[in-house]
């Protein structure tokens, strides 16, 4: 490879190092939730906020019509913490975070750190 094929590579890895950076980030903590039976059977509202905000983030503004809509997981838990709540008893009650939320928190991910996309 020439030095110019080099540099071109090399700058089109930057322009998305941010991206695999959240990708790895992602991968490691669904590992973590699947692979805790415990974490895994109350988890899945975790992984799935933290993947939709991931796919999210790496489509194009162009191919939105509207804003993108990232998500906070504890707005996402609170709503069918309400719903659930509202159901059994008819009086919502504040959500417990899981130990998922924790780790994806530590992982740094959209939706449960405080990050520039969204503050969570």
Same mark, same amino acid.
């Given at each position: 490879? $020439?030095?110019?094929?080099?540099?071109?590579? @090399?700058? #089109?890895?930057?322009?998305?190092? =941010?991206?695999?950076? $959240?990708? *790895?980030?992602?991968? %490691?903590?669904?590992?973590?939730?699947? =692979?805790?039976?415990?974490?895994? /059977?109350?988890?899945?509202? @975790?992984? *799935?906020?933290?993947?939709?905000? *991931?796919?999210?983030? /790496?489509? +194009?503004?162009?191919?939105?019509? !509207?804003?993108? /809509? #990232? !998500?906070?997981? %504890? &707005?996402?838990?609170? %709503? #069918? +913490? &309400?719903?659930? @709540?509202?159901?059994?008893?008819?009086?919502?009650?504040?959500?417990? &975070?899981?130990?998922?939320?924790?780790?994806? %928190?530590? @992982?740094? #991910?959209?939706?449960?750190? $405080?990050?520039?996309?969204? /503050?969570?």
């Amino acid at each position: 490879m $020439d030095e110019k094929t080099a540099k071109g590579a @090399e700058a #089109l890895c930057s322009k998305f190092a =941010g991206e695999i950076r $959240d990708v *790895l980030a992602y991968r %490691r903590f669904a590992q973590r939730v699947w =692979g805790n039976t415990t974490a895994a /059977s109350k988890g899945a509202s @975790e992984v *799935l906020v933290a993947f939709h905000n *991931l796919v999210t983030m /790496s489509i +194009g503004n162009e191919w939105f019509s !509207y804003p993108k /809509s #990232l !998500y906070c997981h %504890r &707005e996402v838990r609170s %709503r #069918l +913490g &309400e719903r659930a @709540e509202a159901v059994a008893t008819a009086t919502p009650g504040p959500a417990e &975070e899981a130990p998922s939320g924790a780790w994806a %928190r530590a @992982e740094n #991910l959209v939706g449960f750190a $405080d990050r520039p996309e969204k /503050s969570c």
